[in-house]
């Protein structure tokens, strides 16, 4: 009795002071199933020592060493357990190694594959992982990637408290919403088997194919806020487009005003068209996109107007230059103080709003009298005939104006 009690305390010493007992190299081992390992047992002092495993197991050496490896050609046993111990079992050390398998296959499914998913219903999606092992330090990761190449990590799973260390399948799921901004989206899983800083680096991953997923969802109509009345001249074409996002494509109806006549429609009646609008056209103009999900109805009030919302005139002067200018006065020699007259005639000319007729008298000596003799301010009208008098002077020529930068033309 006190023999095995003996025996129990030096057991009990050793596991709590390695340092001075049995030291295995490396600390932790990580392997591929099938490849090769080994692992160092080491001793501060010769020793009898020997492993204990179902692969690779040694006896005790005859005689007393410092160290003894353990090796394996192929690794093929999950549960390998090599202990390294000394005489009679009083100091032993269990090597710490790790049997790892990468999966034969990562797949990717959900519930109804390959039909379309509809927006708002939920979807469970699964990500299959067979023949992995150790099974608890795997991680599955579900990804999404848009249409624009966004990509968004949905969820990462780990069965952590999963200590099977032999081969296994693992199955991993997610529930999943779709919208409408998801149509054309791919989906997919990850596999990564994360052993540690031991383990290979970086850590191994394996990913499924990419399902492109088809989400069906009702219409609505792609319209700007607020654009549910407007205005239109009499005369004016009325064009309306009622273009709507949905999958399956919508098809389009359209109920106008009693008085409005048929319309025109073109793409797949989304557009509609009336030409030559009167008042009795006015009314609401309802348009409803629809397919096997739902619809979208869109409402516009259109008002039939007489000179439109908004209306600006061009300022416009169209003028022509007088066929003739001509002046007659007394025909003989005139007297001195006596006042005589004359007339200036201008033929066919417009605007007269914008004519000047003055007269000159040039003396003998070079010395030039100018006078106004016409400026009104009249309407613009057709050409007419002009007839200016009482021109108290003598000596015409006469000369006509049109504007401030138009041509002259003497009597």
Excluded at 273 to 300: D, E, F, Q
Aim: glycine share 8%.
């Amino acid at each position: 009795m006190e023999i095995v009690i003996l025996a129990s305390l030096l057991s009990l010493y050793c596991d709590f002071t390695d340092a001075e007992c049995l030291v295995i190299s490396p600390a932790r081992l990580v392997v591929k199933y099938g490849d090769p390992a080994s692992a160092k047992c080491t001793s501060d002092t010769p020793v009898e020592m020997g492993w204990e495993a179902t692969q690779g197991g040694a006896g005790l050496t005859d005689k007393e060493v410092k160290f003894l490896n353990w090796r394996v050609d192929s690794v093929t046993d999950w549960n390998n357990k090599p202990t390294c111990h000394t005489e009679g079992g009083l100091c032993q050390k269990q090597l710490n190694i790790t049997v790892y398998k990468l999966p034969d296959r990562v797949s990717f499914s959900y519930r109804k594959y390959p039909d379309p998913m509809v927006e708002g219903d939920q979807y469970l999606l699964q990500c299959l992982i067979q023949n992995i092992a150790p099974i608890g330090r795997l991680r599955v990761t579900f990804y999404k990637v848009n249409t624009t190449g966004e990509q968004t990590e949905l969820d990462t799973q780990q069965k952590s408290k999963n200590k099977t260390k032999t081969l296994e399948n693992g199955t991993y799921t997610l529930d999943f919403t779709p919208s409408r901004d998801d149509d054309g989206a791919q989906l997919w899983c990850s596999a990564m088997l994360d052993l540690g800083p031991e383990g290979p680096q970086p850590p191994p991953v394996m990913e499924s194919e990419r399902l492109n997923i088809n989400v069906h969802y009702k219409p609505q109509i792609i319209m700007s806020p607020g654009c549910f009345s407007m205005s239109i001249p009499e005369g004016d074409t009325l064009s309306l487009n009622c273009s709507a996002n949905g999958n399956p494509a919508p098809s389009y109806d359209w109920l106008l005003p009693q008085s409005a006549p048929a319309p025109n429609t073109m793409e797949e009646r989304s557009v509609v068209t009336i030409t030559n609008m009167v008042k009795s056209h006015s009314g609401n103009y309802t348009c409803n996109a629809r397919n096997p999900l739902g619809n979208s109805i869109w409402t516009v009030n259109v008002e039939v107007t007489e000179g439109g919302l908004c209306q600006k005139q061009l300022n416009i002067t169209v003028y022509k230059l007088p066929d003739s200018v001509s002046m007659t006065g007394p025909s003989g020699p005139m007297v001195e103080g006596k006042e005589y007259e004359f007339k200036c005639l201008i033929q066919q000319v417009a605007p007269g709003n914008s004519l000047n007729v003055s007269s000159y008298k040039a003396s003998t000596i070079g010395r030039k009298t100018k006078t106004l003799l016409y400026a009104p301010d009249v309407p613009r009208r057709p050409p007419r005939n002009l007839l200016v008098g009482n021109i108290p002077c003598c000596g015409p020529p006469v000369e006509v104006m049109m504007g401030p930068s138009s041509g002259v033309q003497p009597c």
